[in-house]
């Protein structure tokens, strides 16, 4: 008997062991505090929970991880409150059993944002319910500013982790789904449970934009709209089990009447939910067909028509495949009231929104519009794509003007000597490199005010050179849609202009590259060139944009001359298979030289070939600039000095800046 009563008390403690225990943790008071084992603040403190290290109440771990700022109890006015900060945490733990349920309390219902590792938690008011089953559970905040909490309690239970419940439907009956991508396939108002996770694109008000992404890594889009009951930061992932009613509103696939919304599992990085870089391709999102419809899309160099009183605007974008250059628009409106920029026919903008579909036409709902800060020259040329609009950053310098049979044009240059190549920047790959000055003419077509504003000027001011880009991958071009800025009081340095020997060296220069070529001059079949000493090497000349350069030199043939030139690619090089970034190598054909064609703009040496200078005497010193102004002094900003001696030959000469 006495054995069979010790067996029944045994199995009696056993049996309370396994019940479920009540641990309270109270940040609301200083004998909460202090029986925790941390330290009672000071008023106007704080007690540092990561700092103190985690701290165990009959079998329940609390630590704590900080965010922006400490995770603390905090002392304001004899008020006691534990604080955790934006991506700051506490995690609550056991070494045996599982936690089954958790109440946070808390002491203001104001941004009293947490998301929890796992299970489900619910708030109401300023009380937040967390129930499951896990050997540890971590609250995260994310909302703004703080977390104030006053008292944790949590129940356990003797008998270890346990997975989860099996899914319990909302209704056995209705559709299930478990694809963003077969929403279009259901029947207007069929309402269906969706079994799959979706995190947050974008929020606003009663509409939801989600992603999901497949097990290949395909992101498909949709909208919710209603009231979810939830606010959500970006990437928060919503787990399976919410409810919806298919709906087609306009043309435009939605969910409708939504309902059963969980808290966040988790939050996602903004790799996740940033948008998708759409630049150059505003015709392919404005296709219905092409399938962009509640996609987050980013857009840059683009312009636009100023928004009316109803918030319709237009977006613009320039844009050449198969070498066919087309303007793409597509229609904008101001969905989410945000503060639009004052628009300016000749800016660039960049503008990032959410596409929607109505009455079968493509429409953006802007997150945001900026005015574009500007590309270096470099990425322009190197990165850029005919027919997109451009506004150039850098400081630009003025070498030469002409004024043609093909227009208007100013040749300018950057003069830059290093640049910092962070293209691949995203994936740890950034670096000062050396580099080659790059050059690009700037086309005022028959604009002269354009090109009276820029051929007058020496130094152009940063972002105020702005146009289209054209002929990118031969002679490069930028179309000018308004007039630069000429940066005054500025210091012209010393421009950096290559000079290429036709007996000693290859031509590597890039299109609309102002530089210097020696070689003889002949005449062949008609039409003239520049030479080496044996024929070898035959460039052509064109003397388009100046015209009596050639009259000056027809009655000189073989002689030796040094000419600065405007070199220009026929047609564009073969790829470039070399890692470098550069582009100044020429292809390994015999006969490169026959891809450029040189523009001569002045002469800056000439000489017979059995003539030598000894004894002879200088008569005349000219100055002329790079665009052809000849004079008898030095003049502002380059020079060319040009020597006649006795014989009428002249020397070689050096560029002088005033």
């Known amino acids: 008997m006495n054995r069979f009563l010790s067996f029944l008390l045994m199995a009696f403690v056993a049996f309370l062991s396994l019940q479920a225990a009540v641990v309270t943790f109270d940040f609301s008071t200083a004998e909460g505090i202090s029986a925790m084992g941390y330290a009672v603040p000071e008023q106007g403190a704080g ?95 994310f909302g703004s500013k703080n977390a104030q909490v006053a008292s944790l309690v949590v129940t356990t239970d003797g008998e270890g982790p346990v997975g989860p419940d099996p899914e319990d439907p909302i209704d056995p009956n209705i559709t299930k789904l478990d694809s963003l991508n077969h929403l279009a396939a259901l029947e207007d108002g069929t309402a269906f449970q969706f079994t799959s996770d979706v995190y947050v694109n974008y929020q606003w008000n009663d509409y939801l ?22 606010q959500y930061p970006l990437g928060a992932v919503i787990p399976a089990g919410w409810t919806g009613v298919k709906k087609t509103y306009k043309g435009m696939v939605e969910v409708a009447e939504p309902a059963h919304f969980a808290n966040p599992k988790t939050i996602l990085d903004e790799y996740y939910y940033s948008a998708f870089d759409c630049t150059g391709g505003l015709s392919y999102v404005a296709d219905p067909d092409e399938g962009w419809v509640n996609y987050k899309v980013f857009f840059e160099g683009v312009g636009l028509s100023e928004i009316d009183e109803r918030g319709n605007f237009t977006i613009t974008s320039t844009e050449t495949e198969d070498g066919i250059t087309r303007e793409a628009t597509m229609a904008g409106f101001n969905k989410f009231a945000i503060d639009y920029p004052e628009v300016d026919s000749t800016e660039v903008y960049s503008i990032e929104g959410m596409v929607i579909s109505y009455n079968g036409e493509m429409e953006l709902y802007p997150i945001s519009i900026t005015s574009d800060p500007g590309t270096h020259l ?23 003007a002409v004024d043609g049979e093909k227009g208007k044009l100013v040749f300018v240059t950057d003069n830059v000597d290093e640049i910092y190549y962070d293209t691949y920047a995203e994936w740890g ?29 020496e130094v152009l001011t940063s972002g105020t050179v702005k146009g289209t880009l054209a002929d990118c991958k031969t002679n490069p071009r930028l179309v000018l849609n308004s007039a630069p800025v000429a940066l005054d009081m500025a210091e012209l340095p010393t421009l950096t202009m290559f000079q290429y020997d036709l007996n000693k060296d290859y031509i ?48 000189k043939e073989g002689y030796c001359f040094g000419l600065l030139c405007v070199f220009t690619l026929d047609e564009v090089w073969d790829e470039n298979t070399a890692e470098s970034p550069m582009r100044r190598i020429h292809v390994t054909d015999d006969d490169y030289f026959t891809n450029y064609t040189l523009y001569p703009l002045a002469i800056i040496s000439c000489a017979s070939v059995e003539e030598t200078s000894v004894g002879k ?12 102004i000849v004079s008898q002094q030095p003049q502002d900003g380059v020079n060319i000095v040009v020597k006649t001696l006795s014989d009428g030959s002249r020397t070689s000469t050096k560029r002088l800046n005033k």
């Open 47 to 141: 007690t540092n929970l990561t700092q103190a290290g985690p701290v165990t109440v009959d079998g329940v771990t609390l630590s704590a991880a900080d965010g922006s700022t400490q995770t603390r109890i905090w002392n304001s006015q004899g008020s006691y409150t534990l604080r955790i900060y934006v991506d700051g945490s506490i995690t609550l733990s056991v070494a045996e059993g599982s936690i089954t349920g958790i109440t946070v309390n808390a002491a203001n219902a104001s941004n009293f944002d947490l998301l929890a590792s796992v299970g489900e938690y619910a708030v109401a008011g300023t009380v937040g319910t967390w129930t499951g089953n896990a050997a540890a559970v971590t609250f995260t905040h």
């Open 209 to 230: 934009w989600v992603m999901q992404l497949d097990e290949e890594g395909n992101a498909f889009a949709g909208l919710i709209y209603g009231d979810a009951g939830k």
């Open 378 to 400: 470099w990425k322009v040329l190197y990165e850029g794509e005919d027919g997109m609009t451009c506004k150039i950053i850098d400081t630009l310098y003025v070498a030469a």
């Open 429 to 457: 790959y950034a670096e000062w490199m050396a580099w080659y000055p790059d050059w690009i003419a700037l086309d005022c077509s028959q604009n002269e005010a354009f090109y009276q504003a820029i051929a007058d000027a």
């Open 508 to 555: 590597t220069a890039v299109g609309n590259e102002l530089a210097r070529a020696d070689g003889y001059f002949y005449y062949k079949e008609g039409k003239p060139y520049l030479c080496s000493d044996e024929d070898t090497v035959m460039v052509k000349l064109d003397f388009g944009y100046a015209p009596a350069l050639e009259a000056e030199m027809a009655d």
């Open 617 to 628: 005497q200088v008569v005349d010193v000219k100055y002329i600039t790079p665009s052809g």
